[in-house]
């Protein structure tokens, strides 16, 4: 669906922004975040908002990544 709807930009931001969501969720503070996943730390900031006040879904997302393995 996914492939479809979006462009390959769109496809490699939205990993991007779930990457940074996970580390977040472990608890990597945004300078390292910043290196490690080559975003600026308002996208972490964006991220680090909807992870903890919205509506759940990186954290829904991180969860179902972590039943799979």
């Known amino acids: 669906f996914f492939e479809d709807v ?3 930009k769109e496809l490699q ?3 991007q922004r779930l990457d ?3 580390l977040l969720s ?4 945004y300078q390292n975040i910043s290196k ?5 730390t308002a996208t972490i900031s964006r991220v680090s908002k909807c992870l903890n006040y919205g ?3 990186y954290r829904n997302a991180i969860k179902a990544l972590s ?3």
Do not use: F, L, P
Request: with cysteine; net charge negative.
């Open 36 to 40: 490690q996943v080559n975003v600026s």
């Open 26 to 29: 472990i608890g990597e503070n």
């Open 20 to 22: 940074v969501a996970m």
């Open 55 to 57: 509506s759940g879904g």
């Open 13 to 15: 931001d939205m990993a």
């Open 6 to 8: 979006c462009t390959i």
């Open 67 to 69: 039943e799979e393995k």
